[in-house]
């Protein structure tokens, strides 16, 4: 039972004393180097042997090795020469991402006597990535009505570097409507919103074209840009307007029912339900001449309704306002004068006032025998009448005043030569197609 517990003792002694020669065998110090990311493969540390006072011409024989760091073997060493070098390109944001530092931590063995070292590489961040945006369009509708002071976030451009190398500022390409101001995040995140420094105008600009470009502290410093495109939206600030705010026009009184008047056309600078134009007629507008014309309210077209009639109305005037669609609409008008002109469909009239018959064969000469009147309702040349009688009578007309005329004895008579005349009176007018 004794000799058991000797045997017991001798044997923890034993392993004790193995474990200790094993942490003994293990550097406690940390060999550390620096180098920056994207060095070439082939690109020299450090000598690791001379650094860590190794006899270089048993490396070999030692078996010396340095372990994987996840599956990629970035650095090894040269037996033959000691050097540390790189044998795979390093991108420090591919292994250590948005950290503000970057280490591999390796250990170097040795066998024959064993001997482990710890060495730290810190990975060093260079300049190598440009900012980038998510996006490489942000599309912003705002409506013209928009206020100055307005604020409106972008997307956030991002740069996988670190430190100095990483995002410092925007700028805005120049705009008279817009600004921006930078902001920082909970995180450090740096990102710009616009700000609306004018009023707009969608009917002057109905589209804002910027250029947002995001800026690193690098040396020297790399960008990245996106377009901002700002739509304007419409809101209805445009009143409908006419070509003419006055229309003088003529028909003739023998048009059709239907015919086409005028093609009114008012214009709205908005858009969509804000320029959509209806026509109406004002209060101001008689019903007789509405009556008379029809006035489309989608075209504004203005068509013959009724019979027109130079002799019983002349002149038609009318109020047409046009109004937009919008939610609080706007409107305005325009004064249209239609005069009829006359055309030569009345016949001329004639009426006897007074008329002596028989008469005495010894009557004097410039006795007045008959009276008659003459008229025409046309107008102008229209309603200009000739009255005349048959040559070779021994009577003549004789105007006494407007429209009237005397018949006058103008020869002796001889009743025994001609015991009676009759005596034929024609009107005509002076219209292009006369009437008698």
């Known amino acids: 039972m004794g000799s058991f517990v000797i045997m017991q003792s001798c044997k923890r002694y034993v392993l004790l004393a193995i474990v200790l020669s094993f942490i ?18 082939g690109s020299v540390v450090a000598n690791l042997a001379t650094d860590l006072s190794l006899d270089v011409t048993t490396l070999n024989q030692r078996k010396m090795r340095l372990d994987i760091i996840a599956n990629k073997k970035y650095l090894d060493v040269n037996k033959e020469t000691g050097e540390l070098i790189i044998v795979e390109k390093i991108d420090r944001e591919n292994i250590c991402s948005a950290k503000s530092s970057c280490y591999l931590r390796l250990e170097a063995t040795l066998e024959n006597p064993l001997r482990i070292f710890n060495i730290e590489v810190e990975i060093l961040d260079m300049n190598d990535n ?42 805005l390409s120049e705009s008279e409507h817009f600004n921006i101001e930078l902001n920082t995040g909970r995180e450090g995140t740096k990102f710009a919103e616009l700000i609306l420094t004018k009023a707009l105008d969608r009917e002057q600009q109905a589209v804002h074209n910027l ?12 960008s990245g840009t996106a377009s901002v495109i700002v739509h304007v939206s419409d ?54 001449t509405q009556e008379t014309f029809n006035l489309n ?85 229209n309603g200009v009448v000739d009255l005349h009688i048959p040559d070779n009578m021994p009577f003549k007309l004789r105007e006494s005043s407007d429209n009237y005329y005397e018949l006058v004895v103008s020869e002796p008579l001889d009743r025994e030569k001609v015991p009676e005349y009759d005596v034929t009176f024609t009107v005509t007018d002076r219209g292009f197609s006369s009437f008698i």
């Open 24 to 41: 003994r065998n293990i550097s406690t110090s940390m060999t550390h180097y620096s180098i920056p990311e994207e060095m070439k493969e």
């Open 130 to 171: 440009a900012p980038q945006f998510r996006r490489d369009a942000i599309h912003l509708d705002i409506s013209e009505a928009t206020p100055k002071g307005e604020r409106f976030s972008l997307s956030n451009a991002v740069d996988p570097d670190v430190g100095s190398n990483s995002l410092k500022t925007y700028h």
């Open 211 to 222: 250029i947002l470009t995001a800026v690193d502290g690098g040396t020297p410093a790399r």
């Open 235 to 288: 809101t209805n600030d445009n009143a409908p307007t006419f070509n003419k705010a006055n229309y003088s026009l003529k028909i003739m009184e023998n048009s059709p029912i239907g015919s086409v008047v005028v093609h009114l056309n008012a214009t709205d600078l908005d858009e969509g339900s804000n320029s959509d134009i209806t026509y109406s007629y004002s209060l101001y507008t008689s019903e007789k």
């Open 297 to 381: 309210p989608s075209t504004g077209e203005i068509t013959v309704k009724g019979m027109l009639n130079y002799e019983d109305f002349r002149i038609y005037d009318m109020e047409v306002i046009a109004t937009d669609k919008g939610a609080n609409s706007l409107s305005s008008q325009c004064t249209v004068k239609i005069v009829v002109e006359d055309m030569n469909d009345n016949h001329p009239e004639i009426s006897i006032k007074s008329f002596q018959s028989p008469v005495n064969e010894n009557i004097e000469l410039d006795t007045v025998i008959a009276v008659v009147s003459v008229s025409d309702k046309d107008s102008g040349d």
